[in-house]
């Protein structure tokens, strides 16, 4: 296959990052042969130094007209003080508006050989915690009216049952590629915007009989995330509780350093991006942990480029180099042998193979 790739590589350890999951990439065109081409595009922090804009029309054109993107980080103290508009955050809204992307998927999986690195106890990590959540991205409270009026503040959360429907569907589709059981989140005793996303995932139901829908409320999904992980396989709901489930999700898991994302919206273009920022503090040194983003090109291969075996040999090499003993700083406990952000690239691949 020929997929072409916009690659951001954006501010602080984003180039170093990314340069790991393209070496990755280029491996697996080699054993599998594909073709990836890649388009270099400036956001961020270093596109204001360039441009005086953290995402041009020319750059957002580069990713519109891709086969997926790839994505370091942005971000830095540098720009801190630049006025709104002009702030490097504000190139990655740019991009997810313009790209459509109205779902963002974010698993939480704890590598077995990183289980001490949760704060939850051991006997709940041994169940073994692997799901995704999918969170839609560009409604509900966020996107609604936001007024102050004397000492009374009002926020809107409106959804309409289209833009219900579309992440509904996300959901689903992202079971028939797991384990097939979907939970929906809500809080249809007190919501009326709860009551509709629940009456539209039973509806869509009827065009998944293989997925097993279940519902659940957002307040004891909250709990049931610390209680029992091992139950979930996809969690769907709507924007500010996935904001809130998905940063517990990740918790659980320990490492920011190893959890990739991605964004998707109604074509099979996607953002794919480590969750963590541009990590100032370490950047430039060699010891940012790149794990987040090689696993976030596996995740472009499987839900954009439908190329799930490939997907699962880079997850098989990454499982491959924990169980050697390696980790970089972040993750670094007893007995284990340190590696920086390059090395741990090169380990990866020394591991990666064709399944
Ligand atoms: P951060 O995620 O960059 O860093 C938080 C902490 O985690 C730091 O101590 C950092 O060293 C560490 N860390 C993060 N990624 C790591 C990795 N791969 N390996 C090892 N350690 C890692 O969050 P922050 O410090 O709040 O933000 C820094 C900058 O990043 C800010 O400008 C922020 O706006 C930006 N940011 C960008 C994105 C994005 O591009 N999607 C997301 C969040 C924050």
């Known amino acids: 296959m020929v997929k072409n790739i916009a690659v951001i590589r954006g501010d602080g350890i984003g180039p170093e990052i990314v340069e790991q999951a393209l070496k990755v990439l280029n491996r697996i065109a080699e054993l599998y042969g594909h073709t990836f081409s890649y388009t270099d595009v400036d956001m961020g922090g270093c596109a204001i130094d360039k441009y005086g ?14 086969d997926s993107v790839l994505l370091g980080a942005v971000g830095g103290d540098k720009w801190n003080d630049v006025p709104g508009p002009k702030r490097p955050e504000k190139g990655l809204l740019r991009l997810r508006a313009g790209m459509g992307v109205y779902s ?6 704890i590598w077995k050989q990183l289980a001490d690195a949760s704060p939850l106890k051991k006997s709940i990590v041994d169940k073994g915690i692997d799901f995704i959540i999918v969170r839609e991205l560009i409604g509900g409270i966020y996107f609604g009216e936001h007024k102050t009026e004397g000492d009374t503040a009002t926020d809107i959360l409106k959804y309409s049952e289209t833009e219900i429907e579309r992440i509904g569907r996300i ?7 797991r384990n097939k059981k979907l939970c929906s989140v809500e809080k249809s005793n007190v919501l009326d915007s709860s009551r509709l996303w629940k009456k539209v995932m039973h509806r869509l139901a009827e065009e998944y009989p293989d997925v097993e829908l279940s519902d659940m409320l957002v307040d004891n999904c909250a709990m049931q995330i610390v209680k029992n992980p091992a139950q979930f396989d996809v969690v769907v709901t709507e924007n500010m509780f996935g904001d809130i489930l998905s940063d517990e999700a990740s918790m659980i898991t320990g490492s920011i350093g190893m959890i990739p994302s991605s964004s998707l919206g109604s074509t099979t273009c996607g953002l794919y991006e480590p969750i963590h920022g541009s990590a100032p503090d370490i950047a430039g040194k060699d010891i940012a942990n790149p794990i987040g983003t090689i696993l976030s090109a596996a995740m472009m291969l499987r839900y954009s480029f439908d190329m799930s075996e490939e997907a699962d040999a880079i997850e098989n090499a990454v499982s491959a180099y924990l169980d ?9 406990s007893d007995g284990m042998t340190k590696v920086g952000c390059s090395r741990c690239g090169d380990l990866v691949l020394e591991n990666l193979k064709k399944e």
Do not use: H, Q, W
């Open 53 to 66: 804009d953290p995402l041009p029309d020319s750059e957002l054109k580069k990713c519109v007209e891709s």
């Open 104 to 109: 963002n998927n974010r698993p939480a999986k």
């Open 171 to 177: 959901g689903f589709e992202t079971a028939r590629k």
């Open 324 to 332: 050697a003993g390696y980790r970089t700083a972040d993750i670094m």
